[in-house]
């Protein structure tokens, strides 16, 4: 009799494994094309980069493994790795605070204006989707010395415009305003981290007398803090990717003191076609950038605070 039920009950389970089993293949030929993307566009060069670095690999000819010796000979005899390093860490010590600055502001300023706010939210922000040779020229046309708009308007002070892009202590000050120009798609995050603040905490905090300068560091300013963290991240991830401004703008130059360390792994690949030197560097840098990322991330706990943490601390001292 159990043979029976057990006979009978068989045809059910395997008809709703299958049907589970069908919904999971939907959902994965769904996202297969991110995942197909992932594999051949991001973990296949990923990988294959690693590979590379332990190569001596020319673009034409043999290739030979050479183990460790690129990341060796980087570290240790390359003088240029490390004034290219230093020259990009001088720059994002420089831009990263400016650019959550002068984003926070903006989108401040965004958030409290009442008049024409859509006009000005596009107007800050599509200079962030111009392409970088259409921003270099224009920023080329801008820092010129003999017919700059930037030393024309000095002019009607009575100041004399400097050589932007020809003096090695101004060159990088140029890249750092050029490439504060794309700062909108940080604006519109913050704004938007601005829009999600409950009024009513404002409203709270002025019936108790709270002035406004302790509102924004006691409300604003730990509201916007996931925000706050994102950009800080995505900033000097930007900042050490520099090169389209710096190689167009000023070549590097001049004396070397726009050399940005995208810039030695680009000329490293592409101008002495060391493929697997330019590799060792690219994944120096991703090895910068992500203990910098591990750091922000870990000192983050200090002044960063989640929603869910609050209501699970409340939820156990409810307990």
């Known amino acids: 009799m159990d043979m029976t039920y057990a006979t009978a009950a068989e045809p059910t389970v395997v008809k709703r494994k299958r049907s589970g089993f069908a919904r999971h293949i939907a959902a994965y030929l769904f996202i297969s094309p991110w995942i197909l993307g992932f594999l051949f566009f991001t973990l296949g060069p990923l990988v294959f980069s690693l590979t590379m670095s332990f190569y001596d690999w020319p673009v ?37 605070p400016f650019n959550i600055v002068m ?19 596009t107007a800050f922000y599509l200079p962030s989707v111009i392409s970088g040779v259409a921003l270099v020229t224009i920023w080329s046309w801008i820092y010129s ?10 002019s009607f002070v009575g100041i004399e415009g400097p050589n932007w892009l020809g003096d090695p202590n101004l060159a990088i000050v140029a890249i750092i305003i050029a490439s ?29 007398g709270v002035p406004g300068w302790a509102q924004m560091l006691f409300i604003t300013l730990p509201m916007l803090g996931p925000m706050l963290l ?15 401004i710096a190689l167009l703008l000023t070549k590097g130059g001049p004396l070397g003191s726009t050399y940005f360390f995208a810039m030695y792994i680009y000329d490293n690949a592409f101008k002495y076609f060391d493929m697997g030197y330019a590799a060792a560097g690219s994944w120096v840098m991703f090895i910068i950038v992500l203990l910098l990322s591990l750091g922000v991330m870990r000192w983050s706990a200090a002044w960063v605070y989640y929603e869910g943490e609050v209501r699970q601390n409340d939820g156990e001292h409810n307990a």
């Open 230 to 244: 994102f950009t800080f991240i995505t900033s000097i991830i930007s900042a050490f990717q520099q090169l389209t």
């Open 60 to 96: 034409v000819g043999e290739r030979s493994f050479v183990g460790l010796e690129n990341y060796r000979s980087m570290l240790f005899e390359d003088p240029q790795f490390w004034e290219s390093l230093w020259i990009t860490v001088k720059f994002a010590a420089i831009y990263v």
């Open 145 to 154: 010395r003999e017919y700059g708009l930037l030393n024309f308007m000095l």
């Open 180 to 208: 504060l120009w794309g700062l909108g798609g940080t604006m519109l995050i913050l704004l938007t981290g601005l829009k999600a603040i409950p009024k009513e905490l404002y409203e709270a905090a002025t019936v108790s």
């Open 103 to 121: 984003s926070f502001l903006l989108a401040l300023m965004l958030h409290h204006i009442t008049f024409a706010s859509g006009f000005f939210r």
